[in-house]
């Protein structure tokens, strides 16, 4: 079984840009959470969307938003980039079975904002 | 608002030692996962732990959960080179959903020969 792939995997920017990144779950899986990495603040919840739905968001400002589509394929979208936009961005798909919900990471896009 | 710490954050240690990582949550939960992440990589689920007491293994590395005092421990058994990378702990933030994971700093293991 495929698990989730994120594109692309690197990917440099120039503050005030804007930038989309791409999330395929694993096939089945309905809910897909973003994440970002950075060295100072860890790992810190983005959004998850749960059959085209928002179900929650994170404390990040409006610059970054989501998506997700009918065949649950998710998107993130940050505009006018800053520097400390740089970092790791996981993408995460989720399927609850048997009441446990476990969550399967992808590789990462790796953003570099200059 | 949920925290989760962990500690310690960085870690050295010999091959064939013991040692345990702690995991401290700040409201109540009932499940608790562990993560591994080596340099560059994604994240790699361990361990789930899903009630009070359970207690799961997989070759050298053991984790328990104990709910009512807000506490995980990941131990490590005769530590090998293998074993370096971070580890993280997350705990569900159920005022939002379970998809929303909340993180520890993460524990960077170093095991030396």
């Known amino acids: 079984k495929a698990g989730v792939t994120q594109t692309p995997r690197y990917l440099i920017k120039t503050r005030g840009q804007q930038v989309t990144l791409s999330c395929s779950p694993i096939?089945?899986?309905?809910?897909v959470s973003w994440y970002q990495q950075t060295p100072g603040q860890g790992l810190q919840f983005l959004f998850e969307?749960?059959?085209?739905?928002?179900?929650n968001k994170g404390n990040f400002p409006g610059r970054f938003s989501g998506r997700q589509f009918s065949n649950s394929r998710s998107e993130m979208n940050v505009s006018t980039l800053e520097l400390g936009d740089s970092a790791l961005y996981l993408c995460?798909?989720?399927?609850?079975?048997?009441?446990?919900?476990?969550?399967?990471f992808g590789p990462g896009t790796r953003l570099t904002v200059t | 608002e949920l925290k989760v710490e962990q500690n310690p954050l960085f870690l050295s240690m010999q091959e064939g030692k013991n040692y345990t990582i702690y995991c401290n949550y700040s409201?109540?939960?009932?499940?608790l996962y562990w993560y591994r992440q080596d340099p560059g990589k994604s994240l790699e689920s361990l361990f789930v732990?899903?009630?009070?007491?359970a207690v799961k293994q997989e070759g050298r590395l053991m984790a328990s959960l104990d709910t009512k005092a807000r506490l995980s421990t990941l131990h490590i058994t005769a530590a090998v080179h293998d074993l370096s990378a971070t580890y993280f702990c997350?705990?569900?933030?159920?005022?939002?959903?379970?998809?929303?994971?909340?993180f520890g700093k993460g524990t960077k293991l170093s095991v030396k020969p």
């Open positions: 732990l899903l009630s009070n007491g």
């Open positions: 409201t109540t939960s009932d499940r």
């Open positions: 969307y749960f059959s085209e739905t928002q179900r």
């Open positions: 995460a798909s989720s399927l609850a079975r048997g009441g446990v919900y476990e969550q399967y």
């Open positions: 096939s089945g899986h309905r809910s």
């Open positions: 997350a705990v569900p933030n159920y005022g939002g959903s379970q998809g929303n994971l909340i």
